[in-house]
């Protein structure tokens, strides 16, 4: 899927979540975002400046098992970083992890779980392009999985977590 493809995607989920979004590579490396957003935290901003995912709040994602789940991680705020809550939909294709949609929770918002009751009702979009390494793993909003790895990653079809 070319560039423009994938903005127009992150701009639509967007737009029908109402939350603002990001799509990041393995590495941390901003691929696109979405302009809708009604407040960005500070790490937000700074991570849409740099394009690139700093050391400390990789370190706390990760700390929350982003980089072995295969469905979404609620990755609670941290006010030492200046950063929200968010959820961490882990993008699969054919097994293998090939990056992260963050979704964000509002700064009003005590819970994710308005995150994670929307997110089944963009599957379609997020899994409708054909050639897209936008395929996510969606599941039921109560369920989540940890554990830290660092690169592309074969995950089992029936994973027990």
Known sequence: ???????????????????????????????????NQSHADR????????KKVPADVSAWQLSHGIATAVRPVVVPANPDLGM????????????FRVGYLWVQQDSAEESPTPILTQLPGVNHELGCCPGSCLTPTLPNP???????????RRVPANPTR
């Not at 560039?3 to 941390?28: F, H, I, N, T, W």
């Not at 790490?43 to 740099?50: G, I, K, M, Q, Y």
């Not at 109560?142 to 592309?152: D, F, L, R």
């Open 43 to 50: 790490v937000r901003v700074n991570f849409l400046l740099s």
């Open 84 to 95: 929200l809550g968010r959820v961490c939909v882990p993008l699969m294709v054919r097994g």
């Open 142 to 152: 109560n369920s989540g999985a940890a554990g830290s790895v660092s690169s592309w």
């Open 1 to 35: 899927m070319q560039q423009q493809g994938v903005e127009q995607l992150v701009e639509q989920v967007a737009q029908k979540l109402g939350r603002g979004l990001s799509l990041e590579d393995l590495d941390g490396l901003l691929l696109a975002y979405s302009s």
